[in-house]
């Protein structure tokens, strides 16, 4: 089973420059949202979906943008790039109830 | 709000001692969920338990063990004969269920657990 998919692994940007981070789920999950990693932060929640069509913002949204256009996939946007979005960005999802996140592998981003 | 802090950024011990995480959360909401997840040097998340506000039971899974204590809103997670493989960073994690909280997952900042041999 694939899970939750991430694309890229790896990505090194200019500042100012746009880029999509790829995110889908084969698990039928409703509930999907993306996090950025950055070191003694632990995981912070940039924007979430709790179905097609329905997105809202969490704690650090500023400079992305989400859709939620089907249930398997939920890409994040960087619009204009700036060195303080250099991160670990994770993508996960969740099933209805209690369940526990499932976690892509992750994409690093770098941005210069 | 809602906050989870993880104090030890870092502990070091030496493999078949053991160990304990500490995770001290703040909600005020009576109805939650504890988690904590694993990352090892390869980057991914690993879930390994989950525990809701209503069952303060211990629970044990082989050399892991999770103490979870209302009274002073902690949530420990003890290694017992710690091997090298459980080197990693770990998290321990909140989430509330009102919805206008959208069900977010809040982390702490992580504990790098380093077991040399």
């Known amino acids: 089973n694939a899970g939750v998919t991430q694309t890229p692994k790896f990505q090194v940007l200019k500042t100012g420059q746009s880029m999509t981070l790829q995110c889908a789920q084969d698990m039928n999950h409703e509930y999907m949202s993306w996090y950025r990693q950055d070191p003694g932060m632990g995981l912070r929640l940039i924007h979430y979906?709790?179905?097609?069509?329905?997105?809202d913002q969490g704690e650090v949204p500023n400079g992305y943008n989400v859709s939620r256009s089907t249930t398997e996939d939920f890409p994040l946007r960087l619009l204009s790039a700036a060195p303080s979005q250099t991160s670990v960005y994770f993508c996960?999802?969740?099933?209805?109830?209690?369940?526990?996140?499932?976690f892509g592998e992750g994409s690093r981003l770098t941005v210069l | 709000a809602q906050k989870v802090t993880q104090a030890q950024t870092e502990i070091s011990v030496v493999e078949k001692e053991d160990v304990t995480l500490d995770c001290v959360y703040e909600t005020r909401d009576t109805t939650y969920y504890l988690f904590w997840y694993k990352q090892p040097p390869s980057g991914e998340l690993v879930f390994l338990i989950r525990?809701?506000?209503?069952?303060?039971q211990n629970e044990i899974s082989g050399r892991y063990s999770w103490n979870f204590q209302k009274s002073t809103s902690s949530f420990n997670f003890t290694i017992t004969a710690s091997q090298v493989v459980d080197s990693a960073v770990y998290f321990c994690a909140l989430r509330i269920l009102p919805m206008e909280y959208g069900n977010k997952l809040v982390f702490g900042a992580g504990t790098i657990l380093r077991v040399k041999s």
């Open positions: 525990r809701n506000s209503f069952d303060e």
């Open positions: 979906s709790v179905g097609a069509g329905i997105t």
């Open positions: 996960a999802s969740r099933g209805a109830g209690s369940g526990e996140l499932f």
